[in-house]
């Protein structure tokens, strides 16, 4: 299917600063939201719990592609799906012709985001998959960052059987083994939860997002811009550029009216920073120490 403007994705660690970008992007007209459809990137692949596993099947990529951009109707697809950090080749097998946005924010602040989402078990919280499946995911105090897919318009018939086995299995992990951590998946993550800890499991997912940043770096070329967060936040030149590099109307005006929306809470909270120092030694003893600093 051929598109009026290419499809752009955002990817990255989860609590990167994927969402934000998304908002910035979907205030702007002529853009069409699509706010993490886990289960739509899943298609074919329910066997696997990780979201690392997830092999290439022509099938499953053209079922993916469809779905995200019927309807678009010349609009522009804006797609975020932080699962999407860990699985470059599929994203690619999907989406070839794609701009890819990769937010990158400190990591020890991000490790320690995920780590208290973690901590209170916000992995498959009733609350909130009640929320981003049944009624539509994003956050209602950012408009542009809104998504209306809900489960139903995900899962594909030939997938329910297995869904139904995926779902147990998550549910058993988080309330008999408690081994269920916050945030994309990467292979082994129960037995990595159970062996070393929480702490040490999102720095794991951290070590292996870079692996994975630099296979999108490789498939995608200069399709592919990093943004960060802290730069987003604060640099008007940064919005723009944002703005810019997804082909959107990049002017100072609208780069100012969307800073206005942010929230000064989330920023300020976003500098916050648990456990800093026991974060920066576990990076450090995996030779991450100085892009922790960067």
Not at 14 to 32: D, E, F, N
Not at 107 to 125: G, K, W
Not at 195 to 206: P, S
Request: net charge positive; aromatic share 8%.
């Amino acid at each position: 299917m051929q598109l009026a403007h290419q499809p752009i994705l955002i990817v990255g660690m989860a609590r990167s600063g994927t969402t934000l970008a998304q908002h910035i992007l979907g205030l702007q007209p002529g853009v069409h939201v699509e706010v993490e459809p886990h289960m739509l990137w899943k298609t074919g692949n329910f066997r696997y719990l990780a979201d690392e596993n997830n092999p290439v099947r022509r099938r499953a990529c053209d079922r993916i592609s469809k779905r995200l951009t019927d309807g678009l109707h010349g609009r522009t697809l804006v797609e975020k799906s932080p699962a999407n950090s860990l699985r470059p080749e599929l994203v690619h097998a999907v989406f070839p012709q794609a701009l890819v946005i990769y937010m990158e924010r400190d990591p020890v602040a991000c490790i320690a985001s995920n780590l208290m989402r973690s901590e209170t078990c916000d992995s498959l919280r009733p609350s909130i998959i009640f929320r981003k499946y049944l009624r539509g995911a994003g956050s209602e105090d950012l408009a542009g960052a809104m998504g209306k897919r809900t489960l139903s318009q995900q899962l594909g018939t030939r997938d329910l059987v297995q869904f139904a086995g995926y779902t147990f299995r998550f549910l058993w992990l988080r309330q008999v083994c408690r081994t269920l951590p916050f945030g994309p998946k990467i292979e082994g993550f129960s037995e990595l939860v159970r062996t070393r800890g929480l702490l040490n499991y999102h720095v794991e997912v951290f070590r292996r997002s870079q692996k994975h940043r630099h296979q999108f770096e490789e498939l995608y070329g200069n399709q592919l811009k990093l943004f960060r967060l802290s730069d987003l936040h604060v640099s008007q030149e940064s919005v723009r550029e944002l703005l810019r590099f997804s082909g959107l109307d990049a002017s100072a005006a609208t780069a100012k009216r969307a800073m206005q929306t942010f929230s000064s809470e989330r920023i300020s909270a976003s500098g916050h920073v648990s456990r800093r120092d026991e974060i920066s030694e576990a990076l450090n003893e995996i030779g991450l120490g100085e892009e922790s600093s960067a």
